[in-house]
């Protein structure tokens, strides 16, 4: 079994930064990849930031250069610091893991509770 929680997140004015985290703790023997996703109200679910287990980073231009996704495989947590937030950044951030928990099984999707972000204008 494997459980994600998320912190962070909050209330900022637009040009604000804020930071999220996401651990994983039970049955991990490696987490092959970590990614934010977002859902903003009648939207759908949209990737914001991906990090594979290489370290190589990805971003969709909406938040490149501004959204920064980072990894600590020692603590099994990964980070989003958010900079020069806007207000389309208002959503409800997600975190994905996928973890394999034994070698003989297969790599599974975990995904967090999901944590408010708003960004005032």
């Known amino acids: 079994q494997v459980q994600l929680v998320e912190s962070g997140g909050g209330l900022v004015q637009a040009g604000g930064s804020l930071s999220l985290s996401c651990a994983a703790s039970?049955?991990?023997?490696?987490?092959?990849?970590m990614a934010w996703y977002r859902q903003a109200p009648g939207k759908q679910r949209e990737l914001v930031a991906a990090?594979?287990?290489?370290?190589?980073?990805n971003y969709p231009d909406s938040v490149k250069g501004r959204f920064i996704i980072s990894r600590d495989n020692a603590k099994n947590t990964v980070y989003l610091q958010m900079n020069n937030l806007k207000p389309e950044d208002t959503a409800v951030y997600y975190c994905?893991?996928?973890?394999?928990?034994?070698?003989?099984?297969?790599?599974?999707?975990?995904w967090g509770q999901g944590t408010q972000v708003t960004v005032s204008s």
């Open positions: 994905k893991l996928v973890i394999q928990s034994q070698p003989s099984l297969s790599p599974n999707n975990y």
């Open positions: 039970g049955s991990i023997l490696s987490i092959i990849h």
């Open positions: 990090v594979a287990s290489s370290g190589t980073a």
